[in-house]
């Protein structure tokens, strides 16, 4: 039997970033698509809809805040969950973000690709009960 393998973007202008993530999440048996800016994940989310998204805020063309905004303001994209994962640690930061509607709020410096993952299965009802 074939499974259905859900859907990451990762929305991540760091290239070192993105191809470690990229592995990790691979091997624990996600599909991952990448994109570098908010503006390019609004333009891949037109063509398919991803399970969830980790979302940088610091990002060229489009931040992360902006493209936020626009993927909660959608009705069909609404409920995607979706994980900032940023090194932006100001509270100010981590409260507009959840005031527009993410679900988690990462510092990227205090956790490894193993606890994201682990953060990913517990929103998909895949992690340990």
């Known amino acids: 039997m074939i499974e259905n393998k859900k859907l990451i973007l990762l929305v991540e202008d760091d ?3 993105k191809d470690i993530y990229n ?3 691979t091997a624990d048996g996600y599909e991952v698509a990448m994109v570098g800016s908010g503006t390019e994940a609004l333009e891949f989310m037109e063509k398919r809809k991803p399970d ?3 979302l940088d805020i610091v990002m060229p063309y489009m931040d992360g805040k902006e493209a936020l ?3 909660k303001e959608k009705e069909e994209w609404k409920k995607i969950p979706i994980i900032m ?3 932006l640690s100001e509270a100010e930061d981590i409260n507009e973000t959840e005031s527009l509607g993410a679900d988690k709020y990462l510092i990227k410096s205090h956790f490894s690709p193993s606890e994201v993952s682990e953060k990913i299965k517990l929103m998909m009802g895949e992690g340990k009960k």
């Open 52 to 54: 969830l998204i980790l």
């Open 69 to 71: 905004g626009r993927i």
């Open 85 to 87: 994962l940023t090194n």
């Open 15 to 17: 290239i070192f970033v």
């Open 23 to 25: 592995h990790k999440l």
